[in-house]
């Protein structure tokens, strides 16, 4: 992929038990996804008829990727959320792959699900994609903030509408067996 900007990557392996320890707490995260406008909007948002806690723990190490994405050069806030719609199209479709790579892994989706310009869910039918819909780690019920403060020792900037952050994240990886 051609860029005239920086994507920096930043992995590292987490037993899955110090994840659900540290990191996860699904309760308070459908709380927070209740009160977001995209509640049930997708098949990989809660809420799900199964326990994420149960998800997670058929595997027993995550491997955290994150990729930095840098927004010097970016003419605008469009310009910059542009640019992060075009790397999670890419990350997304890695992690498909490198899912299929790993066999029992399972690849997780940075974010939300894009895959359908209007999601199945909403007009009450099955996901027309389950080869590509994946959860996300907020989806599921962990907290990406804390978890790349802790491991990488920065944190995960957002635009307030108007100013450019630095730069945007991309956080997920791969649940392994
Ligand atoms: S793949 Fe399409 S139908 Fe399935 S969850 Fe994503 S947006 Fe919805």
Redesign the pocket.
Known sequence: MDRNYTVTRFVTDIPVDELISKYFDYSKTHELCKACSGYAG???CPPFDFEPEDFLRQFSVFHLIVDRIDNSGTANVDEAQDRLFTEKDRYDAEMLELEKATPGSYGMAAQE?V??KK???LSGHP???PD??RYSLESIGAFPVKLVHDKFGFDILWSDGESIPEYYLLVAGLLKK
């Open positions: 997708t098949w990989a699900c895959q359908c999601c199945a869910r996901c027309v994609h590509k819909m």
